[in-house]
């Protein structure tokens, strides 16, 4: 996009020169989302699969019409780079980069955005670019408020990267960059994404809801517990004019953007697959198998030997 947010398309070799040549103090970057559309860069689909670390993404639930964008193919010259932000929805993602080099610069969530935006230090006439941030914003704020855990580190080629949701983070490409992105809502996320998604995106979250009671009993079992804890009514729970929480607006807007489909042979099996990979476990639970998935395999080994001792050794 333009400065002024309106899209450019433009042929990838003509992209590619742009890169070779160009010299903005911010350029453009690239991200592609509709590579399941175009018959040549589907084949970029096969080149990559999800980290075994992240075995679940419940959106998977929903067809790709329905679902929010979760997944991107990034490319960016030297010195472009994204703005500090957050995810949508409270999605945790993954980034790998297969060439270049990116620097990464994260903040917790409790962190005010005033802070991680830098608006306390920045001067009359800067912007918040990444070639800006990075280079005079940061340092100034680091300056002014060292009670404020800052993470950096710089992401090579083969290097995945892992961004908790509602973790503010950017990125400047030191060098010309390829990467993929992906967004994801993994079990112990769940609670939080499906608040928002059931108020912010209101037919995403029934196509969702209605999937979750096909394929994934105790998914669905858990987001109507969510619901009936806090009086939640879904869209097609309410009458006209009836706010989500059963009080009555005349101005309500029951209109969404969202439209789609949800029926079985919509879901592409990968997504099937990526959502029901396993038992339903959430909460404290997940994190816990997260992190005996990430153990080494001697320690792990070593471990479940513990666990389970052999008969002989009883």
């Not at 038992?279 to 198998?289: F, Q, S």
């Amino acid at each position: 996009k333009t400065d002024k947010g309106k899209n450019i398309n433009l042929k990838m070799k003509y992209f590619l020169d742009y890169m070779k040549h160009q010299q903005d103090d911010n350029p453009l970057y690239l991200f592609e989302t509709k590579v399941d559309e175009n018959n040549t860069m589907r084949h970029l689909l096969d080149d990559f699969d999800h980290p075994d670390l992240f075995p679940h993404d419940w959106f998977g639930l929903m067809n790709d019409e329905a679902r929010p964008p979760h997944r991107w193919w990034a490319i960016g010259p030297k010195r472009s780079g994204t703005t500090v932000h957050t995810d949508p929805l409270g999605t945790s993602a993954w980034n790998a980069v297969s060439h270049g080099v990116k620097r990464w610069v994260l903040f917790e969530p409790h962190v005010p955005k005033r802070i991680v935006k830098g608006r306390d230090v920045k001067k009359k006439g800067e912007d918040t670019e990444a070639i800006m941030y990075f280079d005079f914003l940061l340092p100034r704020l680091k300056k002014a408020n060292p009670e404020v855990r800052v993470y950096e580190g710089l992401q090579n080629p083969g290097d995945i990267i892992f961004v908790p949701g509602d973790w503010w983070h950017g990125v400047l490409n030191l060098e010309d960059c390829v990467a993929v992105t992906a967004n994801f809502c993994g079990p112990e996320s769940f609670d939080k994404i499906w608040k928002r998604t059931r108020k912010d995106r209101e037919k995403v979250a029934h196509l969702w809801l209605r999937n979750m009671k096909k394929f994934a009993p105790r998914l669905y079992a858990r987001a109507t517990e969510l619901n009936q804890a806090d009086g939640f009514r879904m869209r097609h729970q309410r009458g006209p004019g009836e706010k989500p929480d059963g009080s009555d607006d005349s101005s309500s807007d029951s209109s969404s953007s969202d439209s789609s489909s949800d029926s079985a042979e919509d879901l592409s099996p990968e997504g099937l697959s990526a959502a029901l990979g396993g038992d339903v476990v959430l909460g404290h639970a997940a994190k816990k198998r997260r992190a005996e998935a990430a153990e080494p395999l001697p320690r792990r080994r070593r471990r479940e030997t513990e666990d389970n001792p052999s008969p002989e050794a009883q």
